[in-house]
Nanobody, 115 residues
Framework: QVQLVESGGGLVQAGGSLRLSCTAS????????MGWYRQAPGKQRELVAA???????NYADSVKGRFTISRDNAKNTVYLQMNSLKPEDTAAYYC?????????WGRGTQVTVSS
């Protein structure tokens, strides 16, 4: 049974930074693709960033150059460093683990960016 627990959300002013963390349990973490998604009120959930077991990354165009995804396999943890935050980054952020055809989700952590 895979469990994902996010932390690190909060309220920050525009231009500020936050780092999200997601710790996984119950999985062979090093071979799984991990990602961060976000969902703003009234909008669909969207991919923010993902990282494969081999360390390959991809980002939404809206966050390229501002956000960085990384992972520490020894700690079963994936991180999302968010810099130069904008009010439009305000959303609930969800950690995701993909294994084959299965998707696992955390409960989410709220990020609010004030202007």
């Amino acid at each position: 049974q895979v469990q994902l627990v996010e932390s690190g959300g909060g309220l920050v002013q525009a231009g500020g930074s936050l780092r999200l963390s997601c710790t996984a349990s119950g999985s062979i973490f090093s071979i799984d693709t991990m990602g961060w998604y976000r969902q703003a009120p009234g909008k669909q959930r969207e991919l923010v960033a993902a990282i494969t077991g081999g360390g390959r990354t991809n980002y939404a165009d809206s966050v390229k150059g501002r956000f960085t995804i990384s992972r520490d396999n020894a700690k079963n943890t994936v991180y999302l460093q968010m810099n130069s935050l904008k009010p439009e980054d305000t959303a609930a952020y969800y950690c995701n683990l993909k294994r084959g055809l299965s998707n696992y989700w955390g409960r989410g952590t709220q990020v609010t960016v004030s202007s």
